[in-house]
């Protein structure tokens, strides 16, 4: 656990009356190269935007899906639970999805990863009451200022409450809301800090972004990302799901097994040849992607 001390409360109280724009003053780099992408900054506006869409699943779990990644929402009388945060930016979305649910207090927090698009909202939700669990390399990545070559983006380390308060290695348990959730660390696949979480009784599957449901993923090297893994990721991923399965994917539709498996003959394959005309449209185009497979070759 981390122990509150005198100056991250006051930070908090001063970032509570700064509002959002303070709150996100983080996410700003400190020096910007004159290669900046153009993404990240794209993200934060899309965000800002975006409604988010909310769909029933399977006994008390609900996927949320907006410009971030997708969000798993368990209810119950315990509180909250979510699977990931969204881009800052997201806030007022996102509050108002998840107070279309029901008026329960979010209590728990787990971030599939370290990526902004799913860490975006770990500070205000856990200003709303909520522990933060994760894998122990998100907390390691967010902690300090982070480069992504990728993005051409630096991450400056975000304030203490959006770091993870709890963090595991290899495999973790949690129950809540009368379901139990398993949690696993992935080998390095999309970034060293990739889990999936398995609610057992629904058999509800998120991967976190080591499955993108008909998008081409992102992979990102600089924090321990390759081809490699993404392959073993997905390999790891078919050989987990059943039939009735319902898999979240980080990105795209919520998916099930012939899903996984497309995704897994595409990063295998020759990447592009049967998708480029419908996966090249999301956030990641084929050259982008193409591009990443070969900076891991
Ligand atoms: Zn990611």
Redesign the pocket.
């Known amino acids: 656990m981390i122990t509150k001390s005198s100056a991250e409360i006051s930070r908090r109280q001063f970032v509570a009356a700064g509002g959002l724009c303070m709150a996100a003053a983080w996410l700003t780099p400190s020096v910007l190269p004159a290669q900046q992408d153009t993404l990240v900054k794209d993200a934060l506006r899309e965000a800002a935007n975006s409604k988010i869409a909310v769909q029933s699943l399977r006994r008390n779990i609900s996927v949320l899906i907006g410009a971030g990644?997708n969000i798993a929402v368990l209810t119950g009388s315990d509180g909250k639970l979510l699977v990931d945060a969204e881009i800052i930016t997201s806030r007022p979305h996102l509050s108002s999805a998840l107070a279309s649910i029901n008026a329960d207090p979010l209590k728990q927090l787990i971030n599939?990863?370290?990526?902004f698009?799913?860490t975006g909202g770990n500070e205000w939700v856990h200003e709303a009451g909520a522990s933060i669990l994760a894998h122990e390399n998100t907390r390691k990545h967010l902690s300090k200022n982070t480069w992504v070559e990728g993005w051409h983006y630096n991450f400056l380390a975000p304030p203490s409450g959006a770091l993870p308060s709890t963090v595991f290695q290899e495999k973790h348990t949690l129950k809540m809301n009368d379901s139990t959730l398993a949690l696993e660390h992935y080998q390095p696949a999309?970034?060293d800090s990739?889990i999936s979480v398995h609610f057992l009784e629904a058999d509800i599957f998120h991967t976190?972004?080591t499955f993108w449901n008909r998008n081409y993923p992102?992979i990102?090297y600089s924090t321990g990302g390759s081809i490699d893994g993404t392959i073993r990721a997905a390999e790891a991923n078919v050989a987990k799901v059943t039939d009735k399965m319902i898999v979240i994917p980080?990105h795209g539709v919520v998916g099930g097994k012939a899903d996984l498996i497309l995704f897994r003959d595409v990063m295998v394959a020759k990447p592009g040849a049967r998708t480029d005309a419908e996966w090249g449209n999301g956030f990641w185009t084929p050259a982008k992607f193409v591009g990443s497979v070969y900076q891991g070759v």
Not at 112 to 115: A, D, E, F, I, R
Request: charged content about 25%; glycine content about 20%; proline content about 0%.
């Open positions: 990644g599939t990863h370290w990526h698009d799913h999309h970034t990739d976190g972004d992102f990102d980080g």
